[in-house]
């Protein structure tokens, strides 16, 4: 799960930790937190966002060598391996370990809600198509739309702190995930040191930021999104 996690939000495997908890006589838990210290906020977002939940299922049962319906993938081990759970420092476990203990569990949270959460990405996605957009911006979200990549959780988000406006994000995704749309005016030397100031800032506060440029389409925010 932190392998997944780490991956579809864009973070640090150290960003992360985990631990398995017994406790007699009742159900056992697995804990998951965040290491740094106030956190970024990733993990309340994921109990919030029945899509980013899918997402992260459907990579750790990817991670765990199967398909989104749970059949092996070709290169499937027995019950574990270093391709998928084992790691040199869980090596004393690795006897116990078996990949299929999960599966059910991991299917069940990558098909949750997945109707629910297409309705309102649809929905959101026409809310913004209706708002006041650039046209490099509505270019993009369309394109986001049609390669069915995540429709932003906001658009033109104002991300203040303590009064102070930093930036406005063109389009936001949860969680603090700022990205920006940057037509010809962001070419000009003072708009681009304005531009990096405000990244800066972002940056400091926890924000993760990409830059969409206009004449470069098919940049990164399609494979992480
Ligand atoms: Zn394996």
């Known amino acids: 799960m932190i392998q997944s996690i780490c991956t579809v939000l864009n973070l640090d495997d150290d960003e992360i930790g985990g631990l398995y908890q017994p406790i007699t006589g009742k159900n056992r838990k697995i804990i998951i937190y965040e290491t740094s210290e106030g956190g970024a906020g990733t993990l309340s977002s994921i109990a919030s966002d029945s899509d980013l939940l899918r997402r992260i299922s459907s990579k750790a049962l990817y991670i765990l060598h199967y398909d989104e319906t749970g059949k092996d993938l070709h ?21 116990y370990f078996d990949r299929s203990a999960v599966k059910e569990f991991l299917l069940q949270m990558s098909q949750i809600n997945a109707l629910h959460s297409s309705f309102d990405q649809n929905v959101k996605y026409n809310e913004y198509l209706k708002t006041d957009l650039t046209s490099l911006e509505r270019e993009v979200l369309i394109r986001l739309k049609e390669q069915n990549a995540r429709i932003p959780s906001g658009i033109h988000k104002v991300i203040s702190k303590d009064g102070e406006l930093i930036a406005e994000a063109d389009f936001y995704y949860e969680p603090k995930i700022c990205v920006f749309i940057n037509g010809p005016d962001h070419d000009k030397d003072y708009v681009k040191v304005d531009d990096e100031k405000k990244q800066m800032k972002l940056k400091k506060l926890g924000y993760k930021v990409l830059s969409v440029h206009h004449e470069n389409h098919s940049s990164p925010i399609y494979l992480i999104l």
Request: with cysteine; glycine share 4%; proline share 0%.
């Open 75 to 95: 290169d499937a081990c027995d019950k574990s391996c270093y391709g998928c759970i084992c790691t040199y420092y869980n090596q004393r476990n690795h006897k």
